[in-house]
C-alpha cells in the first residue's frame, strides 16, 4: 500500500460519523447493508449518509452495488488487510513476536489460512 492510499483512508476514518459506518459495516461481514438500513442505526439523515458514503468509497474502504433500486455498501476487506499491514509491516523492526504481532492472524501475511480466525 501506498502511504498517500493509507493516508487517505486513516483521514476518512478520522471522522466520528465516517468511524460510526465503517465500523457497522465490519459488523455486517461481506453481506454488507442497504443504505437506508445504515441510516436508521446511526440515526443519520440520507444526504449525510450519502456525502460520508461517498468519503469512505473514494478512500477505498467500502464499495457500493445496486440490487435493483436499492444500494447496498459493504467493506473492501481486502483493503482494510492492506491498510493493517502497512500500519504494522516493521511491528518491532521486522520482529512482531516482540509486541504480539504474530500471533494475530489478521497481520499473517496470508489471512485466507486463517479466514476461522481472522475478520478483517
Same mark, same amino acid.
Given at each position: 500500500?501506498?502511504?498517500?492510499?493509507?493516508?487517505?483512508?486513516?483521514?476518512? %476514518?478520522?471522522?466520528?460519523? *465516517?468511524?460510526l459506518? $465503517? *465500523?457497522?459495516?465490519?459488523?455486517?461481514?461481506?453481506? !454488507?447493508?442497504?443504505?437506508?438500513?445504515?441510516?436508521?442505526?446511526?440515526?443519520?439523515?440520507?444526504?449525510?449518509?450519502? $456525502?460520508?458514503?461517498?468519503?469512505? =468509497?473514494?478512500?477505498?474502504?467500502?464499495?457500493? *452495488?445496486?440490487?435493483?433500486?436499492?444500494?447496498w455498501?459493504?467493506?473492501? $476487506?481486502?483493503?482494510?488487510?492492506?491498510? %493493517? !499491514?502497512? %500500519?504494522?509491516?516493521?511491528?518491532?523492526? =521486522?520482529?512482531?513476536?516482540?509486541? =504480539?504481532?504474530?500471533a494475530?492472524?489478521?497481520?499473517?501475511?496470508?489471512?485466507?489460512?486463517?479466514?476461522?480466525?481472522?475478520?478483517?
Amino acid at each position: 500500500m501506498e502511504i498517500n492510499n493509507a493516508l487517505a483512508a486513516l483521514q476518512s %476514518l478520522s471522522h466520528k460519523t *465516517r468511524l460510526l459506518i $465503517f *465500523r457497522l459495516l465490519v459488523r455486517q461481514g461481506p453481506e !454488507g447493508m442497504m443504505a437506508g438500513d445504515i441510516a436508521t442505526q446511526l440515526g443519520v439523515p440520507a444526504p449525510t449518509l450519502s $456525502f460520508h458514503l461517498n468519503h469512505l =468509497g473514494h478512500a477505498g474502504l467500502i464499495e457500493r *452495488r445496486r440490487d435493483g433500486r436499492t444500494q447496498w455498501y459493504t467493506v473492501r $476487506f481486502e483493503q482494510v488487510r492492506e491498510l %493493517l !499491514g502497512y %500500519l504494522v509491516e516493521d511491528c518491532c523492526q =521486522g520482529r512482531p513476536e516482540l509486541c =504480539g504481532m504474530a500471533a494475530d492472524p489478521c497481520c499473517a501475511p496470508n489471512p485466507a489460512e486463517h479466514n476461522d480466525e481472522c475478520h478483517v
